[in-house]
């Protein structure tokens, strides 16, 4: 079935430094790709649209100086996570449409 | 615009009891329905979908049946096992701006004590 890696899986970092978060789709071509964030005991909430060759679309509230995405190629997104502060510690977690919605392992971010 | 509503945890059950988990929608058009599990310490893996009315989802013992009418997802299962405690999420896709959206309830935390 269809793979999404997700890298690394967890990352502590400290503040004012960037982060870069990978998610790639092992054996499957994808166009869009999705980044989320989840909060503790919360939802997930949709960030943003992973268009390849194109700009994101980000989610109304979300920064998108602050959360860089490039999706440079039909198997990788990237969302760089840039000046990271404290609040923006979180579990990150990206997904990829192929028959269905693949989810990859999530990232957990901790800002120090 | 679209939601997805689900029964607050946590669900605590002893091993081999029923399961329902209840999940209710809002969207326009007709969308597809969805169930995710989270597993502790774990990214979220596709439990099962139905993509039409009255379409019946099943996967390990769990089953969820697409209500249009009631607006329904329940997800169910007739004995559970502790190895299926994790945290389930229902969502739903829809196409929404000219592309695909995925929209999550708030999941529900299911406990199975033996």
């Known amino acids: 079935g269809a793979v999404v890696s997700q890298h690394p899986s967890w990352v502590i970092c400290k503040s004012g430094t960037s982060v870069k978060i990978e998610c790639r789709s092992l054996?499957?071509?994808?166009?869009?790709m999705f980044w989320y964030r989840q909060f503790p005991k919360q939802s997930l909430m949709l960030m943003a649209t992973s268009n390849e060759g194109s700009k994101a679309t980000y989610e109304q509230g979300v920064e998108k100086d602050k959360f860089l995405i490039n999706h440079a190629s039909l198997t990788l997104s990237t969302l760089t996570v840039t000046s990271a502060h404290p609040e923006d510690s979180s579990f990150y977690i990206c997904?990829?449409?192929?028959?269905?919605?693949?989810f990859g392992s999530g990232t957990r971010l901790t800002v120090v | 615009g679209n939601s997805v509503t689900q029964m607050e945890g946590p669900v605590t059950l002893s091993e081999e009891a029923f399961l329902t988990i209840n999940c209710t929608y809002t969207a326009t058009g007709y969308p597809s329905l969805f169930w995710y599990v989270q597993y502790p310490g774990e990214g979220l893996q596709l439990l099962l979908k139905a993509t039409k009315a009255d379409d019946k989802g099943s996967n390990k013992g769990f089953e969820a049946t697409y209500r249009k009418e009631t607006t329904s997802f329940h997800l169910e299962k007739g004995s559970v096992q502790v190895s299926d405690s994790a945290v389930y999420f229902c969502?739903?896709?829809?196409?929404?701006?000219?592309?695909?959206?995925?929209?999550f309830g708030t999941g529900t935390k299911l406990q199975v004590i033996p």
């Open positions: 969502a739903l896709s829809s196409y929404s701006g000219g592309y695909q959206k995925v929209t």
């Open positions: 997904s990829a449409s192929d028959y269905g919605y693949t």
């Open positions: 054996d499957f071509q994808a166009t869009t």
